[in-house]
């Protein structure tokens, strides 16, 4: 057998995933293929892919006789806006996009060589779970728990955007999801010793907005959007709002000044008055936190009544949480 065809066949298969049929059903779920999501993050002909042939050693339940090259995860790196990063997506059309020993050890590797070279990771995950056929047991939650949840309603984007916190952002579709993360990695340093790259602006530095000296209204009662406050002051007006749907009196997120990047932390009128809470103290917090961990300084704009009063939030551990924002936000900036 010629080498090169076997190998030109493995890389064929490779890049097939789990075949025209499940790619076909990804895009009738208005998903894309893990190969168009990696396409779609990286500068076009800059990714390099790492173990793009390597196969899981399970020989148990018949996955001896179902063996794809890649084992449902596409891994390697490349240049976002020119700047190095590392990546890997999950291919549901491979097992549903299930972990199995041999590409959770190609994520590590992908995530070894970056903190060696002190690149970002970007994680697209799409997947059932572990690979329950390498050993791994599953559980039914309604057994454990007795409750009647959808699967939405119990993880997903809307629960874990406006209701846990856990994520970030929501978007619509992968398309619109891969440009904000280009957009989110244009903010940040390429790693936590690095300075966030300045970027060219056409707005001038000394441009006054009028705006700014009408919009807080003379009466303490009445509320106003500090995102007027925000967009009037930032370079090109824009602001990258991060966690917009949880806990809304209080602002966090990334802008310019002068094409520098810098963190906006916001208390918000519009909402509760802008008091703070448990939720708004902890989001606050873990914003101050991650720009400090990341060279990026802050930009606070300050109009609060003091913190919320009532039986939730005290017997929540109001006089615990809203010290760290107060702490957080006086940190010192390390190096």
Known sequence: MDPH??????????????????????????KLTARERIDLLFDPGTFEEVDKLVTHRCRDFGMDQQIVPGDGVVAG?????????FAFAQDFTVFGGSLSETNAAKIVKIMDLAMKLGAPVVGLNDSGGARIQEGVMSLVLKTVTHEEVSKEELGGAMTHNATSGVAHFAVDDDRECLGLVRDLLSFMPSNNLDDPPRSATSDPADREDPLLDRIVPASPNQPY?????????????YFLEVHRHYAKNILVGFARLGGRPVGIVANQPAVLAGTLDIDASVKGARFVRFCDAFNIPLVTF???????????????????????????GRRPRSR
């Open 77 to 85: 790196h490349g240049l976002v806006d020119g700047r190095q990063v």
């Open 5 to 30: 065809k076997t190998l030109a066949d493995l890389e064929r298969r490779a890049e097939a995933g789990g075949g025209e049929a499940r790619q076909a059903r990804q895009h009738e779920a208005g």
């Open 302 to 328: 300050e109009d609060v009544p003091g913190f919320l009063p009532g039986t939730v939030q005290e017997y929540g551990g109001a006089s615990t949480f809203a010290p760290i924002s107060i702490t957080r």
């Open 225 to 237: 959007d500090m995102l007027d406050v925000i967009h009037a002051v930032v370079d090109e007006g």
